[in-house]
């Protein structure tokens, strides 16, 4: 079955760096759209980043454009988010999604907290 692994959550201070990495298993890889996202108690999960199936087109929230960066490792199969200068607002869970082929997968999140 499809599994999507997240890892690399932590708690770092306000203008830090993270990198956070998917590890995806039981699909084909290269067809599909990988994203991360991010969720908060009480709101609704919102789209960080996504990169497409071929890894050469990249999309970005404003919010994070210029900090972050979405990468595909179509060997590893893994998608990563390199995340500098974070911001307490930052501060959420972070899942990784895979779209492709009709179907949509999600990872079991990992936390990022941002605080000094």
């Known amino acids: 079955q499809v599994q999507l692994v997240e890892s690399g959550g932590d708690l770092v201070q306000p203008g830090g760096s993270l990198r956070l990495s998917c590890a995806a298993s039981g699909l084909t890889f290269s067809l599909y759209a990988m994203s991360w996202y991010r969720q908060v108690p009480g709101k609704e999960r919102e789209l960080v980043a996504s990169?497409?199936?071929?890894?050469?087109?990249?999309n970005y929230a404003e919010s994070v454009k210029d900090r972050f960066l979405i990468s595909k490792d179509k060997i590893k199969k893994s998608v990563s988010l390199q995340m500098t200068n974070l911001l307490p607002e930052d501060t959420a869970v972070y899942y990784c999604?895979?779209?492709?082929?009709?179907?949509?997968?999600w990872g079991q999140g990992t936390q990022v907290t941002v605080s000094s």
């Open positions: 990169i497409s199936s071929s890894g050469g087109s990249t």
């Open positions: 999604e895979a779209t492709g082929l009709g179907a949509t997968y």
